[in-house]
Every structure is written in structure tokens, then in C-alpha cells.
């Protein structure tokens, strides 16, 4: 897992994000007897130090996003891989899609969840989910497009959406 | 939105049927239009009450996915004297239909538990229910808790017997907060006087409003002229003023917050 470089990036986004703050209290902030804003010129030199925090601060935000979306993967391949290691142990001739209360007891939590929120729908899309879930609907798309890898979910495409419906047992 | 409730319970004979028939005529006779499901395969008991004449479909065939439910229900409203409405669906209460669903397979259950999402989607969407109300078997076999799952509020029905009430404990535990479900308890039965001074019941139902205290919405006490009538009668019906009936209805009123 790579959470200790994903706990420093975040550390240097918040240090330059500080200094950054630091510099837009001493340009802009006239109730401070600092303030350059009663001077008749803004000192450019302050404006281009804050346009360089600005940027890195924006290169440790993308290298942070990237670096959650590498775990998110990851953790989803775990999970499925783990799932899969369980059906070859228990299945029972190859009895493939469809769910159960076997099936949904033996899913990761925040999966049965959406599982759970999909067989009420019986089909829907991700923002459908989302709404009964509470969660985001970027969330469970990945988890809805995990739970089409694992076979109990479909994906229906109708008029450029994409819906999801559950997989008949059959 | 309607909604879905089961009523469900770790042991028989706890007061499911009784209770499901009664908040029924409690929702219709609010002007509700309620459905009635009797989804305990094992012991079915709603032809009792109802004595449906020459029913020829019953829930078992919309679970095997040969009919929709839409087709499988009796309106009942003339035994509320037409002051309500009330659709019911019967189980198939002969021994050989009793026998076959206790042999039932993998392969029927996953069936059975997307059947029943459906039926709940026709009933609530379709043909626009404000109540359906399930009766289920007791305990935690797949085939009674098929419905628990796929229902929007389940109301757990408990005595104050101890066996009772630690196997309802253990399956709360085990089965509802893994499903993360909205769920209500109710205690029935609940013996007044002597009993209630019995520090170890005390305790025990002490315990289970701690651990799910907002989820204890009723504590019915044991009314021997309940036990008394006929499965026919419809008790809130005939009594709309009796302290049982005015409990059911505050229990009705909190469902209906859920
Ligand atoms: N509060 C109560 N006081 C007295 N008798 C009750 C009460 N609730 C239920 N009963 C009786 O208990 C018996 C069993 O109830 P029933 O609803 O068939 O249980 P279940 O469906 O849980 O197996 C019935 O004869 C019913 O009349
Ligand atoms: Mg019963």
C-alpha cells in the first residue's frame, strides 16, 4: 500500500497551502498594518511567490489524487480476488450470477450495500444507487462495475446510459 | 413511496400473524391501501382468517416465478365491512405444498429472493400500496429471512420467554446489523404483575431497550380475551376502543415514521 508517500504528499500540500495563505494575508489583507494594499503598488515580487506555492501546491494535489486512486484500485482487486478465492471453495456446479442471502452475506460490506440498493431497483443507473445509498455516485459506480466482474451484476447500455441490473440466478 | 414491512421472529408462535393481521386493519381503516402477504411457506395461516372460496393461486407459484403477484391477490375489504382497503395473498396451505418447500434448493432460493424484490417493486410502484405487510416464518433459515431482506422495515416480534429472547438478540446481532436494517422490535405477550417484578426478565428486556433503544416500539401485554377469539374476528375491529388496539395503534404510528 502506498499510504505513507500519500500521508507526506498531503503533509506538503497543507505546508505550501500555509505559506500560501501567509502571503495572500500580507498582499491583501488590509486590517493588518502589513498590508500592501494601502501601498499605491502591490509588490510583484509577493505576487509571483504566491504564483508559484500556488503551483506546486497543485502538482502535490494531483500526485495525491493519483496516489488514492492507486489504493482504490488496488483494494478492489484484493477484494475481488478474496471473493473469488471463496465461490471456488463453496460453489456448487458452478453456479454462476444471481444472489442470494448466502451470496450477500458473504460480500464486503460496503458491496452489499450497493448490492442491497440495486436488487430494489432491480435495474438502475449509479446515480439511482447513490440515492438510496447515500454515498457519492462516483462511489458506486466503481463498486456497481466490481459487482458486474464478480458476475452479479449486468451492465445494459440504453440511449448512450449506462444501466446496472442484477444478474437472473440462472 | 409505500413500503415494504416483514414482520419476522427467532421462535414460532409469538404473535407474527396476529400482529400483521391487525396492523393490516389498522392501516386500511386509516384509508391506507395495505396488502397483506403471507410468506410463511411452513405454517400458513392467513386462509384462516380470511376463508378465501376457491382460491386458485397462491404465493408460492409467484415465487417460482410462474405468475405475477398482481394476479395472486384477494381484496378482503368486505371483511373490514368495506371501511378500508385490503388486498391479501395466501400461501398454499396444503400439506403436499408445505412438504415441497422445505426441500427447496440453492438455486430456488437465489430465484426466490430476486422474486420477491420484484414483487415488492409491482406492489409499491405498480399498483402504488402505501403498506405491504409480510408474514414470515420464524427463525434464521435462508427461506424465512428472504423477505427480511429485501423489505424496507422489519418489526422483530419477541416473548419475554428467555430462550426467546436471547436467540432474538443473536440474530439482531448477527443477521439485521449486517444488513444494516431499519428494524423495530416488538415484545409480546409480556406478562404483567408477578412477572414483571421477576428481576431476571426485568433485566433481560432492560438489556435489549439499552442495546437498540429507540428500535423498542411496543411492549403488548398478554390480554387473554385476544387469545380467546376467533382467528376470524378481527380484534381492532371489533374492539376499537380496547387498550390492545390503542397500543397496535401507537405501534402503527411509529412504523409509519420509519
Ligand atoms: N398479546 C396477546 N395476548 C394474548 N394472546 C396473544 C397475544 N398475541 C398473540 N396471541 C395469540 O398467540 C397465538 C399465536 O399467535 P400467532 O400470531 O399465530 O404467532 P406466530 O404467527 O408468530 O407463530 C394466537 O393464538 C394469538 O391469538
Ligand atoms: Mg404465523
Known sequence: MKRRPLIATHRKVFITMGRYLCLVIEVFDTKTERSLMSKTEIDTNALSKMEKEFSSMRIYLEQVLTLQKEILEKLAKETEKRIDEEEDGSSEGGLSGGISVAVLLKLPDHLRKTMIALSKLIEGRADEVANITGRARAIESGYLNQLVRLGYVKKVRRKHQIYFAVESGA | ?258
Open chain 2, 1 to 258: 413511496m409505500g413500503k415494504l414491512i416483514a414482520l419476522h421472529s427467532y421462535k414460532g408462535g409469538t404473535g407474527k400473524s396476529y400482529l400483521s393481521v391487525n396492523l393490516a386493519t389498522i392501516y386500511a381503516l386509516q384509508g391506507k391501501k395495505v396488502c397483506l402477504l403471507d410468506l410463511d411457506f411452513r405454517a400458513p395461516t392467513l386462509q384462516v382468517v380470511f376463508e378465501p372460496k376457491g382460491l386458485k393461486c397462491f404465493l408460492n407459484s409467484v415465487l417460482e416465478g410462474t405468475i405475477s403477484v398482481r394476479d395472486c391477490l384477494l381484496d378482503c375489504s368486505d371483511k373490514l365491512e368495506n371501511k378500508g382497503k385490503l388486498y391479501v395473498g395466501f400461501a398454499d396451505f396444503s400439506t403436499e405444498a408445505i412438504r415441497e418447500m422445505v426441500t427447496k434448493g440453492k438455486k430456488w432460493e437465489i430465484e426466490a429472493l430476486q422474486r420477491i424484490y420484484k414483487m415488492r417493486k409491482e406492489l409499491l410502484d405498480d399498483m402504488k400500496f402505501d403498506i405491504v405487510l409480510v408474514d414470515t416464518s420464524p427463525g434464521i433459515q435462508y427461506l424465512s429471512i428472504n423477505a427480511v431482506v429485501a423489505s424496507d422495515v422489519a418489526v422483530v416480534v419477541s416473548t419475554l420467554d428467555d430462550a426467546d429472547i436471547m436467540g432474538t438478540s443473536k440474530m439482531l446481532k448477527e443477521l439485521y446489523e449486517t444488513f444494516e436494517k431499519e428494524t423495530a422490535i416488538v415484545i409480546n405477550k409480556a406478562i404483567g404483575g408477578a412477572e414483571w417484578a421477576d428481576p431476571d426478565k426485568n433485566k433481560v428486556v432492560e438489556d435489549l431497550q439499552n442495546k437498540y433503544k429507540e428500535a423498542v416500539i411496543g411492549i403488548l401485554p398478554c390480554f387473554c380475551e385476544v387469545g380467546r377469539l376467533k382467528r376470524g374476528d378481527l380484534f381492532v375491529l371489533q374492539n376499537p376502543k380496547h387498550p390492545f388496539t390503542e397500543m397496535l395503534r401507537v405501534i402503527a404510528a411509529k412504523l409509519d415514521l420509519f
